[in-house]
Every structure is written in structure tokens, then in C-alpha cells.
């Protein structure tokens, strides 16, 4: 069998093929290169599992998973969390954009800060063309984030890279009926058991467009 990799990146699709190619080629070109890449594509009617497909022949570190009728981000997230072998799970948006250091920066702040078990970042907003339109900031030290998790989520959920032994050791995922923050259920139970942190880089660019996840609910 061969050697876990440090870091499952878990990127949930449905129906993504308009950007899932910078989605997806923003993970390949990463610095840091020991990662599994697990696509959940759940059901997808366009043509994302081609996209995907292509992209699996092409790297081996790409694993695919396929639901026959779509059943919901949280169904799609939770089966990335039970077969992803990492250490780190790593989120990931089938329309954002991970800057090339992303992972490389993520894993150096955790291995040296054992007592964070969850580490977001800043992001760089774009449009639906890939423009830049601003940068949006999230409180950085780990009493601020708690504070800020009482009325709104603290992270930017593609920016998320969490320790998989805590998901593990307390038996959390994602929980179906959230309408929406089930990224901000999480993020307050895992809080019980760890820290959490924010570098403020902006180590993702974020699309914002009437389709995307935030903007529907």
C-alpha cells in the first residue's frame, strides 16, 4: 500500500464545468506537491465528469467519486471526509482559485502550531471574468475567531484546512439541515477541541457570482 499523503484535498461538484478547470488546475500546480485530490462529483448533468476524467488520466493523485443523482454538498463532503487518508483535509470550491503556495504555507503554520486544528486564510475577491474586486480579511487569533463564530462564520470555507485526527477522535462532520452553514456547524463544534487561526494572506481567490454556494443561501 502506499504512503498516506500528508494532506486529502476534498472538492465537491455539481454541475461546475464553467470554471472547474482553473478549480482544478489551481490544485495540481501546487508548491506542495503530497496531497490526494478527492473530487466528489455529485451527480453532475454538465460536463464536469469529463472534466474530471480528463484531469484523472493526466495525475494520479487524483481520486474520483460519483454520485448517480445529486444529493447535496453535505452528502458530498462527508464522503470526502470518510475515505480521505491525509493528515490535513484541505477544502476546496469548484469555482475559487487556490494561489500556488496555498498548501505549502497551510502546512508549514500547522506543523509548527500543533495546538491549531483549524487554519483558514484571507482571500483575493473576483468576478466572473477572474477580475480582481477586493480582498476580504478575517480575524486572524483565536480569540477573535470565537467571538466572531456567534454570528458569523469565521473562515471562508475553501480557504479551510482542518486536522483530520480531531474530525476523527470526536466523530464530526458536516450535519445535513444547516440551510447553508452547515461549514459554520462544523467550525463551532470543532472549536470545543481545538484552536484556530487565520493567516492573513489572501491564499485563495474567491468567485463571487449569483450561482456561487454563498450567494444562494
Known sequence: MSKDPLVSVILPVYNSEKYLHEAVASILGQTFADFEFIAIDDGSTDDSGSILADYRQRDERMVILSHSKNQGIVSALNWGLIVGRGKY????????????????????????????????????????????????????????????????????????????????????????????????DLWVRLLVYTQAANLAEALLRYRVHPASITSVY
Do not use: N
Open 89 to 184: 483535509i484541505a477544502c476546496m470550491h469548484a469555482d475559487d482559485i487556490s494561489q500556488p503556495g496555498r498548501f505549502e504555507k497551510q502546512v508549514a503554520f500547522l506543523e509548527t502550531h500543533p495546538e491549531v486544528g483549524i487554519l483558514g486564510s484571507a482571500v483575493q475577491l473576483i468576478d466572473t471574468r477572474g477580475q480582481a474586486i477586493g480582498v476580504l480579511l478575517k480575524r486572524c487569533d483565536d480569540l477573535a475567531i470565537r467571538w466572531t463564530s456567534l454570528y458569523s462564520s469565521p473562515f471562508m470555507h475553501p480557504t479551510v484546512m482542518l486536522r483530520h485526527s480531531i474530525l476523527e477522535a470526536h466523530h464530526l462532520q458536516y450535519q445535513e439541515g444547516m440551510g447553508g452553514v452547515e461549514d459554520l
